[in-house]
């Protein structure tokens, strides 16, 4: 999408995807194409010497490991990213996680952050973890999940999903990819932040969703409008604003799953 926004992705963008019915890992690997490349060779002179290209491949693997796998694999392969698949996955929320884990990985690089990426297509179940669990909580040797909120444009499957918002009058609909950090990159990720509470995160996710909707629509029944659109200086709302102001927009995003229930 314009602007280069991670969170805002074209339904258009999503990369079509073939999976066997089977839990596993989808390695994304950009490599550029040269003679004496390991992978996807040109011979000398070809023109399309120097390009980047993307392999994308499927590995089988144990739902109960598949997330540390991930982990693990996405850094001494040296990979791009890698996503974690459920076999009950619908592929074109796969397809949505395989898009934004590239993203994702770009934004951070260009921020000079840690842009080894692994995402999920379903919420992951880690041991002992919570998404967004706090800092002391992210013990060494521990995995936590990360929910991102992203905008898809003319979303192909109805008008909502499993934790997904409902379609804006744009054809705009909100979805949650789920990313998988280590302790010590969840630490680095919140930058000194401490984040929300306990599970708030989680508990009050459906209203976040609804709250991003809003915002974009710019609806003035947003409940404490002005301070909403203060807090996030006119931009869409992200679980990185979220972090920043905790309090508020979690109040908000309450407020807003009480009215829908």
Same mark, same amino acid.
Request: glycine share 12%; aromatic share 4%; with cysteine.
């Given at each position: 999408?314009?602007?280069?926004?991670?969170?805002?992705?074209?339904?258009?963008?999503?990369?079509?995807?073939?999976?066997?019915?089977?839990?596993?890992?989808?390695?994304?690997?950009?490599?550029?194409?040269?003679?004496?490349?390991?992978?996807?060779?040109?011979?000398?002179?070809?023109?399309?010497?120097?390009?980047?290209?993307?392999?994308?491949?499927?590995?089988?693997?144990?739902?109960?490991?598949?997330?540390?796998?991930?982990?693990?694999?996405?850094?001494?392969?040296?990979?791009?990213?890698?996503?974690?698949?459920?076999?009950?996955?619908?592929?074109?929320?796969?397809?949505?996680?395989?898009?934004?884990?590239?993203?994702?990985?770009?934004?951070?690089?260009?921020?000079?952050?840690?842009?080894?990426?692994?995402?999920?297509?379903?919420?992951?179940?880690?041991?002992?973890?919570?998404?967004?669990?706090?800092?002391?909580?992210?013990?060494?040797?521990?995995?936590?999940?990360?929910?991102?909120?992203?905008?898809?444009?003319?979303?192909?499957?109805?008008?909502?999903?499993?934790?997904?918002?409902?379609?804006?009058?744009?054809?705009?609909?909100?979805?949650?990819?789920?990313?998988?950090?280590?302790?010590?990159?969840?630490?680095?990720? +919140? %930058? &000194? !932040? /401490?984040?929300? =509470? @306990?599970?708030?995160?989680? $508990?009050? +996710? %459906? &209203? !976040? /969703?609804?709250? =991003? @909707?809003?915002?974009?629509? $710019?609806?003035?029944?947003?409940?404490?409008?002005?301070?909403?659109?203060?807090?996030? $200086?006119?931009?869409?709302?992200?679980?990185?604003?979220?972090?920043?102001?905790?309090?508020?927009?979690?109040?908000?995003?309450?407020?807003?799953?009480?009215?829908?229930?």
């Amino acid at each position: 999408m314009a602007g280069g926004d991670p969170h805002a992705v074209a339904a258009a963008d999503l990369p079509r995807l073939r999976l066997p019915y089977v839990d596993g890992l989808i390695t994304i690997d950009r490599v550029r194409r040269t003679p004496g490349s390991p992978v996807c060779p040109v011979p000398p002179g070809d023109p399309s010497a120097g390009h980047q290209v993307t392999r994308v491949e499927f590995v089988a693997a144990d739902p109960g490991q598949a997330a540390r796998t991930a982990v693990a694999l996405v850094e001494t392969a040296d990979l791009t990213a890698v996503a974690v698949h459920a076999r009950y996955a619908p592929v074109v929320s796969t397809a949505l996680a395989v898009c934004f884990a590239g993203r994702l990985h770009d934004a951070r690089t260009a921020r000079g952050l840690a842009s080894r990426v692994v995402v999920a297509d379903h919420r992951p179940e880690l041991a002992g973890a919570a998404a967004g669990a706090a800092v002391g909580a992210a013990a060494s040797g521990s995995l936590v999940r990360l929910p991102h909120i992203v905008a898809v444009h003319h979303w192909p499957e109805g008008e909502r999903g499993p934790q997904g918002g409902p379609k804006g009058s744009a054809g705009v609909t909100d979805r949650v990819v789920w990313e998988i950090m280590s302790a010590a990159q969840y630490r680095a990720w +919140l %930058g &000194g !932040l /401490l984040g929300p =509470a @306990g599970d708030a995160l989680e $508990r009050h +996710l %459906g &209203g !976040l /969703l609804a709250l =991003a @909707g809003l915002v974009r629509a $710019r609806w003035a029944q947003v409940p404490r409008h002005d301070e909403v659109l203060q807090a996030l $200086r006119g931009g869409p709302l992200t679980i990185g604003a979220v972090y920043r102001h905790p309090g508020l927009l979690l109040a908000v995003a309450a407020a807003l799953g009480d009215r829908e229930a």
